[in-house]
């Protein structure tokens, strides 16, 4: 049997009731945003490591934000794919993301926990107040109306996460009775480390063997857009949803 139909048998056994989706940006690469590191992870030769973090904004917030504004543009231009539109069937799932994109909400998800943030939201450097910001900026680097910079409504590397998130993320995949861990490479810590309180079943989806594949109950190496959708149909037949 091949891992797809073990878990695809594991989800008509068990009868999951408690559902949450834990993703990466491994999720929108079918989307066409590119992964910090896969292919086209790169941004003018600059890591992604170089550029998203507070040092790098104090010393250079012109730069910072030209590749921001690009990552903006792609973003705006993509599309939520199949593996998006398939968690967003799940009537009662908790989806728990890395991602910055806001992929899973334009594909019609409505419970989702943004650990790091979303690149369309603003934070002014003095004020601290946030701001939505869809479109792209007639210059760079945007501006509060106190003067002050923006910077993007992220979390960059060796930043805490925002206030309750990661808490509220624990509690729901202690409770689930079953986790889909799908395209993160699992080494963005405090993030990854919340795969291991799953007491219930986990399956990944991810092409390539992570830094979670071993403590996962299935590891299906597919891509999210061919496997998402027939663990999501599973799980609905399932619990007659
Ligand atoms: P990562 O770049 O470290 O790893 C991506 C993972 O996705 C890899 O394991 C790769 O094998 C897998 N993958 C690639 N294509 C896939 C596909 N089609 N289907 C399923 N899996 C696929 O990403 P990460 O673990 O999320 O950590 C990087 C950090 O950077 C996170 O905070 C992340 O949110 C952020 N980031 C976000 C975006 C976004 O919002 N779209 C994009 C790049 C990075």
New binding site residues.
């Given amino acids: 049997m091949s891992d797809l139909a073990e878990a695809i048998e594991a989800i008509s056994r068990t009868k999951p009731q408690r559902v949450v989706v834990f993703?990466?940006?491994?999720?929108?690469?079918?989307?066409g945003?590119?992964?910090?590191?896969?292919a086209g992870?790169l941004w003018r030769n600059y890591r992604?490591e170089d550029l998203?973090t507070p040092e790098a904004f104090a010393r250079d917030p012109f730069l910072v934000w030209q590749w921001y504004e690009w990552?903006r543009g792609l973003?705006r231009d993509a599309q939520p794919n199949a593996?998006h539109r398939a968690v967003a069937r799940l009537p009662n799932a908790v989806v728990v993301?890395?991602?910055?994109?806001g992929?899973h909400a334009r594909g019609g998800a409505t419970n989702i926990i943004e650990?790091?943030g979303n690149?369309f939201r603003l934070r002014c450097v003095r004020e601290g107040t946030e701001h939505d910001a869809f479109d792209a900026f007639e210059s760079l680097p945007p501006r509060c109306k106190c003067g002050a910079l923006f910077r993007p409504g992220v979390?960059w590397f060796g930043e805490m996460l925002p206030a309750g998130a990661l808490e509220r993320a624990a509690e729901e995949i202690r409770n689930a009775d079953l986790l889909l861990v799908?395209?993160?490479?699992?080494?963005?810590q405090p993030?990854?480390s919340l795969v291991a309180l799953c007491g219930g079943t986990s399956i990944e989806?991810?092409?390539?063997t992570?830094a979670l594949s071993s403590s996962c109950t299935y590891a299906i190496a597919?891509?999210?857009?061919?496997a998402t959708p027939p663990l999501v149909d599973a799980i609905l037949e399932a619990t007659n949803a």
């Fill in positions: 993703t990466g940006a491994g999720v929108s690469a079918e989307s945003i590119p992964t910090f590191r896969g992870g992604a998203a990552r973003i593996a993301t890395q991602n910055v994109d992929l650990l790091h690149i979390v799908i395209g993160t490479s699992g080494v963005v993030a990854a989806i991810n092409p390539q992570s597919a891509s999210a857009a061919e």
